[in-house]
């Protein structure tokens, strides 16, 4: 079974000060081998994979800003992954190299899912209200600095869902509206009195 916070522990580990770099490696080449056709599973497609994904990495732009050694730490992962046939939790992995790099920073990563755009003031009232968060069992460490991410998500519809760390707050109107129509599936039933008899609004049936 594949564990998202042994594996981030493990990488983090292992790059020591170039973990931030490998965790932007990661962020860069995931979604690139996604598109790559075929099973990546198991020991024989880790060994085809290992020359395409080494000659990714060293072509990758400057626009990247990565160095050799977080690259590197970067491909031996994704071809561990690949080879013990967890590469499909590789987006997984990253958002817990994210969140624990974070916990050990001391900065609070916030994404804020909204149908439309957001305004600073909504930003930064958000950061007023979090700068004196208490520490928590899944944030340990005391908050030094709190990173906003703003994300469009029409599907929302209205208000805003709050990614906090690995915590959820969703407020949206599309969560109210299925909220609303359990309810009115619901409702009639438990309204029901004995005999086929309902009460309510002054008058019964």
């Known amino acids: 079974m594949f564990n998202g916070e042994r594996w981030a522990a493990g ?25 790559i056709p075929g099973t990546l599973r198991g020991t024989a497609a880790a060994r085809e994979l290992e020359g395409m994904i080494r000659k990714t990495a060293q072509e990758a732009p400057e ?3 990565l160095s050799d050694p977080g690259l590197e730490y970067a491909v031996r992962i994704l071809l561990l ?10 987006p997984a992995l990253i ?20 149908a439309l755009p957001v305004e600073g003031s909504f930003q930064n009232a958000l950061k007023g209200a979090l700068a004196g968060r208490p520490r928590t069992s899944a944030y340990k460490t005391a908050v030094k600095g709190i990173k906003v991410r703003v994300q469009l998500v029409p599907e929302l519809l209205g ?3 709050l990614r906090i760390g690995s915590e959820l707050v969703d407020v949206s109107l599309r969560t109210q509206l299925q909220r609303l129509a359990r309810d009115l599936q ?20």
């Open 186 to 205: 619901v409702a009639p039933l438990e309204g029901i009195a004995s005999r086929g008899t309902r009460v309510g609004g002054g008058f019964s049936w």
């Open 159 to 161: 208000g805003y869902r």
């Open 11 to 35: 990488f983090i580990g292992s790059c020591g000060v170039h973990a931030e770099v490998g965790l932007e490696a990661l962020k860069a080449m995931v979604p690139i081998m996604t598109e």
């Open 81 to 90: 992954l690949v080879k013990k046939g967890y590469f499909i939790h590789a």
């Open 63 to 65: 626009s990247w800003g």
């Open 95 to 114: 958002r817990a190299i994210e969140l624990l790099l974070d916990q050990q920073q001391g900065i609070l990563r916030v994404t804020v899912e909204s």
